[in-house]
């Protein structure tokens, strides 16, 4: 006879693992205290009026960035952070802003031309009318030597119109396709977000090698006596593009040129000067601007404040958040980003104002200069964290247990980025399980860079940025006169800064540090069953290999120089590999592969060979 058991409720109770119970009594504890933080005296509103409104835009090396920089530092100090103080990374930075600038269409007919300034560029003498040329790649300009002067060229290499159906659309991401990412194993399939990795020292040297190739462009126009140079913008409606990463890059170091008036205009605006020149018609433009440079070393720097460790054994280990602080010059940097500088904040002041005392210190860092690929960070991981050239160790390494990023704009945080780290996954899964039922707790082992944490990532620091619901960003924001205060959602910033804080006093209570991925582990092996060999490059300090074997490994693996060239042999489990070398930090495809024959991943890794392993 099978005899019913009834087990009495305490009994149950008992079947849960007694920690785990005080655990999720323990969280919901912790949750309330922030949202009840949260609810009083929120400092979000306060924040984006002071760095965008009042003190925006914040271009690296200005007053404006500088007097952010003060005051976001006053209010860490007063949210009650144990230290707060500046970090230098001047390398002779300068900043510049506009004072004064317009610009008309005065023949055929009166059109104010919709256009903004782009960054480091210089004053024209006083008002100036010219002639409009318009120019469909600067190859042509040479056969217009001695025919110049006076004129303003339109630079129309990337011009394509807008037509009507082209929306600015403001968009969140959909259950189904948050499913999609936190199910996807390929953290180089970009179903959500912007980045994936790249090589950051070789987008600094492209952007060196841009400035220095570009430097004959604009001698050549100042020597001719060109006025100005237009650009179109890329965004639709009227929205300025304006940055200094197209046309005219941002000359940004005291001892760098300083390139000619140069502008962007409404895409519209630049279409119908188009049209009329192609009709025949000679458009004139009536212009000024009025620039000014300066270069002070002491606005170069990082704003970085502690919430110190109480638990002695492992308070000097450290859980970092970050953002950046500067902008770029055409809106007030509302969005790009003193939004993400907003929550971070806040999530410092919802853990001092909810008495939470994390055990491992808890490091805000406001960085400089990340429009700049990066300028305060890059110094910051270079002195503390590790070699970004070779992967060596500087002091905080080691103790480092994450840092998390924020900056892809207003929209709320719906879960994280794993950065291809599958041992994070289901812990960021389970400390992110109370917001679940909102839809805010996705995990993807998605890769998201193009930030500040792309540097920590690099040296395999557990470095992460949030999704974030995209809402107008790529559309209509992102580096535009309309990153400005009205696009800032201050609802979904309040939640996200529930989440941070709540995620790193998790992080900075559990009694490990996080796991770091283990890809790092690819060495050349004596014994191993696949040979590699680049013929040449005998002046080369560095060759390694970068392949999807190593996760894409930034250091990828190195390479022996030997007669003739470079090698390695790799210990590699059967299958197909795509692969390509790094050669003094440079991606380069296997010259021994014809280009026809160079394939694609299809996860944005191009000009690769293949090698199949048996
Ligand atoms: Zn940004």
């Not at 023949?107 to 560029?121: K, Q, R, V």
């Not at 090698?567 to 495809?589: F, M, N, P, Q, V």
Request: hydrophobic fraction near 35%; include cysteine.
């Amino acid at each position: 006879m099978h005899t019913k058991i009834i087990f009495p409720f305490f009994l149950i109770l008992s079947l849960i693992s007694a920690t785990s119970f005080a655990q999720i009594l323990n969280d919901s504890l912790i949750l309330d205290k922030i949202k009840n933080a949260a609810k009083n005296n929120s400092a979000i509103p306060e924040i984006i009026t002071n760095l965008s409104d009042i003190n925006g835009p914040r271009l690296l090396g200005t007053t404006n960035y500088y007097e952010s920089a003060k005051w976001a530092w006053q209010r860490l100090t007063e949210f009650g952070a144990d230290t707060a103080y500046f970090e230098s990374f001047d390398k002779q930075y300068r900043g510049w802003k506009v004072k004064s600038f317009n610009m008309e269409m005065t023949n055929p007919n009166y059109m104010h031309i919709i256009a903004y300034p782009l960054a480091y560029t210089k004053s024209t003498k006083g008002v100036v009318i010219g002639d409009v040329i318009y120019l469909s790649n600067t190859d042509s300009l040479k056969t217009l030597k001695g025919k110049l002067k006076g004129k303003i060229l339109l630079l129309g290499q990337d011009f394509s119109s807008f037509d009507a159906s082209q929306q600015i659309i403001s968009d969140r991401f959909s259950k189904e396709l948050l499913r999609q990412a936190s199910d996807n194993p390929d953290p180089n399939d970009l179903l959500i977000g912007y980045h994936s990795r790249r090589s950051t020292n070789q987008a600094i040297s492209n952007q060196e090698q841009r400035r220095i190739d570009l430097k004959s462009f604009f001698q050549f126009c100042e020597d001719e006596g060109v006025v100005a140079l237009i650009e179109p913008s890329d965004y639709p409606y009227g929205i300025l593009h304006s940055d200094g990463n197209r046309n005219v890059p941002s000359y940004t170091k005291i001892n760098d040129i300083k390139p000619i008036a140069s502008f962007v205009v409404a895409n519209e605006h630049f279409g119908r000067l188009v049209r009329l020149i192609e009709s025949g018609i000679k458009p004139t433009i009536k212009l000024n601007l009025e620039t000014a440079f300066n270069y002070n070393p002491e606005f170069n720097v990082n704003v970085i404040a502690d919430i110190k460790g109480t638990d002695k054994r492992i308070s000097e280990q450290q859980v970092i958040i970050g953002a950046h602080l500067d902008s770029w010059h055409g809106g007030t940097g509302a969005v790009d980003n003193a939004a993400g500088c907003a929550v971070m904040i806040e999530a410092i002041r919802l853990l001092k104002a909810s008495g939470l005392q994390p055990r491992r210190t808890i490091k805000i860092c406001l960085w400089g200069g990340e429009e700049q690929i990066f300028a305060g960070s890059r110094d910051y991981v270079t002195r503390n964290v590790g070699n970004l050239n070779d992967g060596s160790e500087k002091k905080d390494f080691k103790d480092i247990s994450a840092y998390f990023n924020l900056d892809n704009g207003t929209g709320i945080i719906r879960g994280i980025y794993a950065q291809g780290n599958s041992k994070v996954k289901p812990i960021f899964e389970e400390y992110l399980n109370p917001f679940k039922p909102s839809g805010n707790g996705t995990v993807t082992l998605q890769n998201a860079n193009q930030t500040d944490h792309e540097l920590f990532d690099a040296l395999n620091i557990p470095a992460f940025q949030f999704i974030q619901d995209p809402l107008n960003y790529i559309s209509a924001v992102h580096h535009t006169t309309m990153d400005v205060a009205e696009y800032v959602n201050e609802e979904d910033l309040k939640e996200s800064a529930i989440i941070v804080a709540y995620l790193i006093y998790k992080v900075a209570t559990q009694n490990e540090i996080l796991p770091r991925r283990d890809f790092m582990s690819v060495k050349p092996n004596l014994n191993g069953n696949t040979i590699f060999f680049l013929e040449g490059f005998e002046n080369a300090k560095s060759v390694s290999l970068v392949s999807d074997f190593n996760n894409w490994n930034m250091f990828g693996t190195p390479l022996a120089k030997v007669n003739g060239g470079w090698t390695c042999k790799l210990d590699l489990k059967s299958g197909r590999y795509l692969y390509k070398y790094i050669i003094d930090g440079d991606w380069t495809a296997d010259p021994k592969t014809p280009v026809d024959k160079l394939l694609r991943d299809g996860k944005g890794h191009a000009g690769l060979t293949e090698v199949i392993v048996k």
